[in-house]
Nanobody
Framework: QVQLVESGGGSVQAGGSLRLSCVAS?????MGWFRQHPGKERETVAR????????WYADSVKGRFTISQDNARRTLYLQMNSLKPEDTAMYYC?????????????????WGQGTQVTVSS
């Protein structure tokens, strides 16, 4: 059972930056960041394979967000720059695992509690 703890959310003005962190209790082959706007489905923001593997970004965040990982600290990061009001959402960290929802061929079975990001115009 992988436990994930996110931090780093908050309120910022448009154009500002935030960095989200997610500490995992153990190694996972694939981890990602997701977000959910009120009343909408949870969507993938970015994900990466561990050990410097491939990354994927949603079109809406390409060029603005960067996902990275510190394997020694078992920590996943999401650097968010040039934030827009439409980035306002609850952000979740997730790790590959069984009995979870499938996103583009990867089953994410472990989820953090979420951290709120609010961007004002």
């Amino acid at each position: 059972q992988v436990q994930l703890v996110e931090s780093g959310g908050g309120s910022v003005q448009a154009g500002g930056s935030l960095r989200l962190s997610c500490v995992a209790s153990e190694y996972s082959a694939c981890m990602g960041w997701f977000r959910q706007h009120p009343g909408k489905e949870r969507e993938t923001v970015a994900r990466m394979r561990s050990g410097g593997g491939s990354t994927w970004y949603a079109d809406s965040v390409k060029g603005r967000f960067t996902i990275s990982q510190d394997n020694a600290r078992r920590t996943l990061y999401l650097q968010m720059n040039s934030l827009k009001p439409e980035d306002t959402a609850m952000y979740y960290c997730a790790a590959e695992g069984p009995a979870g929802r499938w996103y583009a061929g990867v089953q994410f079975g472990y989820w953090g509690q979420g951290t709120q990001v609010t961007v004002s115009s």
